[in-house]
Each structure stands twice: as structure tokens, then as C-alpha cells.
């Protein structure tokens, strides 16, 4: 049997047995891979040493096991994202939650790339982001995912009538409504009032590069980022880890 090769990065391990690691992966081609090295633990192996969070790791493994446990027999360091293990353990925290997040719309069966793209480079600019707020950063982060995974907010119209949302003064951000509403539609229970300003800024973290996340102008960002979470709460999961 040939094994696989592929490039992918690790998000959670987990002890298995006397010696074993179980490491679950997310890989280029966006599934979720859940990978067994054997004796990982024992003092004469390197693979613990390797095994890495914030990098890309090519694994290597073979297509047989149980319940889609795959037996790994190697890793490689491809991509270090080195200064995220050298920061704080808090932005650590935060950066692994945004992933294990996003690891909630993939599956073991399906694909989506550009799910990992987005969590790539979020990752390697991360030196770049310092500055730019973080509640606008894990706004911006889970907006790229939903979208790429079917789950577009309705950002620049009014959700429920379809009208250009610049034309009301008062509007709303409704996650049961699919996004933003305007003044003359009605406005369900979830509803948070809101302003045009709001749905510029969402199109904004949806459309830019993170990089460019530092232009942003945005009075509340911690306003917004509720938004997206309120909406990813009620189309995702509620255990969304904030
Ligand atoms: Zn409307």
C-alpha cells in the first residue's frame, strides 16, 4: 500500500495507550484527519518533538486502521509559524481556539482548501496582525470560514427583502434572518440594532486581506465580533469556544 503524503496542520494530540499519540489535523485539501504515531512517546522517538502546533507539517500515512484513525509513520516541518509558540501563552490560546473553531465545519469526508488557506495565512502574518485588534481579527477569521463553508451573512442588502442596505438609517443584524435587515422589514426576536457603517466594516473583514485589517476604522469592534458570533452560533454550533 502507497502511503500518503500530505501537507497539513495539527490541532489537537492526544495521549493514546502506553506510548501512542493520536494527532488530529486539518490537511491542505481541507479534511479533518485523524492520524496514530505509534510509540510517539517513548523517550528514544523524535516524533513528539516534531509533531508541532502552529506550523505546516507534511504527514505521512497509510489509508488503513479503525474508526478513520489512519497509522502515521512520519512528519515533516515544512512551514514554521515560530513566533506564535514564542508569544504569549493567552494569544496561543486564542489562535488555537480560532482553529479548533473553524474545525467545526470541516469533516473527515469532505474537502474545503480554502477553509486551510484562510488559517494559514492568518497564521503566517500573524507577526503582521499585532496591532490590529483582536476582536476585528476573530470577526474577520470567522467570516472568511463561514462564507467559504456555505454560510455567507447577508452583508450588503437587507436579508429578508433584498433592498441596497445604504438606503435605510436604522438597520439590524439578525443571525435568523441570514445577516443585515432594513427598517421597513420585520425585525425577529435576535435582532441587534445596528448602522450601514456596521455592514461596511463586515464587508470589509470579509473582502481584505488580513494584513489590511489594520485600515479598518470601526468605533466597536467588539460589537461586530458579537455579530459573527451570534451568527455562527445559530447556523454552526453553539459550543463555540470564545
Ligand atoms: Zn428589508
Request: glycine share 4%; charged share 25%.
Amino acid at each position: 500500500m502507497l502511503p500518503v503524503k500530505i501537507n497539513g496542520i495539527l490541532f489537537r494530540k492526544i495521549r493514546f495507550q502506553e506510548s501512542s499519540l493520536i494527532v488530529n489535523a486539518i490537511t491542505e485539501n481541507g479534511t479533518l484527519r485523524s492520524l496514530l504515531f505509534k510509540g510517539a512517546l517513548r523517550r528514544s522517538s523524535k516524533l513528539s518533538n516534531e509533531l508541532l502546533p502552529f506550523a505546516v507539517l507534511k504527514f505521512t500515512y497509510y489509508h488503513k486502521g479503525s474508526k478513520n484513525i489512519y497509522i502515521a509513520s512520519q512528519v515533516e516541518l515544512v512551514e514554521d509559524f515560530e513566533f506564535i509558540r514564542e508569544s504569549g501563552y493567552y494569544v496561543q490560546v486564542e489562535i488555537a481556539k480560532l482553529v479548533k473553531n473553524a474545525t467545526q465545519l470541516l469533516t473527515s469526508d469532505s474537502e474545503n482548501p480554502k477553509v486551510y488557506s484562510v488559517i494559514v495565512e492568518m497564521l503566517r502574518k500573524w507577526r503582521e496582525l499585532e496591532n490590529v485588534n483582536l476582536h476585528l481579527l476573530k470577526a474577520g477569521f470567522m467570516l472568511k470560514i463561514l462564507t467559504f463553508s456555505g454560510f455567507r451573512p447577508t452583508i450588503s442588502t437587507c436579508a429578508n427583502c433584498g433592498e441596497s442596505i445604504s438606503e435605510s438609517k436604522q438597520i439590524f443584524f439578525s443571525p435568523s434572518a441570514g445577516g443585515f435587515v432594513c427598517d421597513a422589514c420585520p425585525t425577529p426576536s435576535d435582532s441587534f440594532s445596528s448602522n450601514f457603517k456596521d455592514s461596511l466594516v463586515m464587508g470589509k473583514l470579509l473582502s481584505q486581506s488580513f494584513d489590511r485589517y489594520i485600515e479598518i476604522v470601526v468605533r466597536n469592534p467588539k460589537r461586530i465580533n458579537e455579530f459573527v458570533e451570534r451568527f455562527w452560533m445559530y447556523h454552526v454550533s453553539e459550543k463555540f469556544d470564545v
